[in-house]
């Protein structure tokens, strides 16, 4: 079914690890995001990509780097993991910033020990 | 004051009830208005778009009030299956920014 791919779907990491979180999308959107989610803090955006070859800060943006591959894949990348960053960690397109609803991937749950 | 915000509930109502939400933003400049339904460990998914005039899907009603800087969900004879977090979501400023979500309310339908 068209939509929106994350890998991997679970990861424990120790401190101090990288590893990348990988996202995918066929529905031809220009817009991507990364969000992550934490109990009682909602979703905050993490990075953003209003088109490919863009790339901006969102709510939350230390500790991770993003790479917009091309106009399907939008990756993110923890350097070095800390225990704040186990999250669930969603991955959204939308077919241009802002006014449209987005699609949201099925998540990875990080957690970093 | 925060940007988006909800009452995280729970709201507990049984089967056939009528239960309605709010969510308050704080930027007046705001254009686009969304609720969201998230199941427990699953990705939110979009519910409906919430329109100026206001709009119905089924059981579902959206409401806006920009005067008052709130929407707001009307959900008529609930079922079990309508248990789940509803995220408000809102384009925070003019122009092609991303959305900013409430917290959610979580709403749990009882037999």
């Known amino acids: 079914n068209a939509g929106v791919t994350q890998t991997p779907k679970f990861q424990v990491l120790k401190t101090g690890q990288s590893m990348t979180l990988q996202c995918a999308q066929d529905?031809?959107?220009?817009?991507m995001y990364w969000y992550r989610q934490d109990p009682g803090m909602g979703l905050r955006l993490i990075y953003y990509?209003?088109?490919?070859?863009?790339?901006d800060k969102g709510e939350v943006p230390n500790g991770y780097n993003v790479s917009r591959l091309n106009k399907r894949e939008f990756s993110l990348r923890l350097e070095s993991a800390a225990p704040s960053q186990t999250s669930v960690y969603f991955c959204?397109?939308?077919?241009?910033?802002?006014?449209?609803?987005?699609?949201f991937g099925s998540g990875t749950r990080l957690t970093v020990v | 004051r925060k940007e988006v915000e909800q009452d995280p509930g729970p709201f507990n109502v049984p089967e056939g009830a009528t239960v309605a939400f709010n969510c308050t933003y704080s930027?007046?400049?705001?254009?686009?208005f969304f609720w969201y339904r998230q199941d427990c460990r699953k990705e939110p998914k979009l519910l409906m778009s919430?329109?100026?005039s206001g709009n119905e899907d089924g059981r579902f009603t959206a409401q806006l009030n920009r005067a008052s800087q709130y929407i707001s969900l009307l959900i008529r004879d609930s079922k079990l299956s309508d248990s789940a977090t509803y995220l408000c979501?809102?384009?925070?400023?003019?122009?092609?920014?991303?959305?900013?979500f409430g917290k959610g309310t979580r709403l749990s339908v009882i037999a």
């Open positions: 930027n007046s400049a705001s254009q686009s």
């Open positions: 919430v329109y100026s």
């Open positions: 529905m031809n959107h220009n817009s």
């Open positions: 959204a397109s939308s077919e241009v910033a802002g006014p449209y609803g987005y699609t």
């Open positions: 979501a809102v384009n925070s400023h003019s122009g092609n920014t991303p959305l900013v």
């Open positions: 990509s209003a088109s490919e070859g863009t790339t």
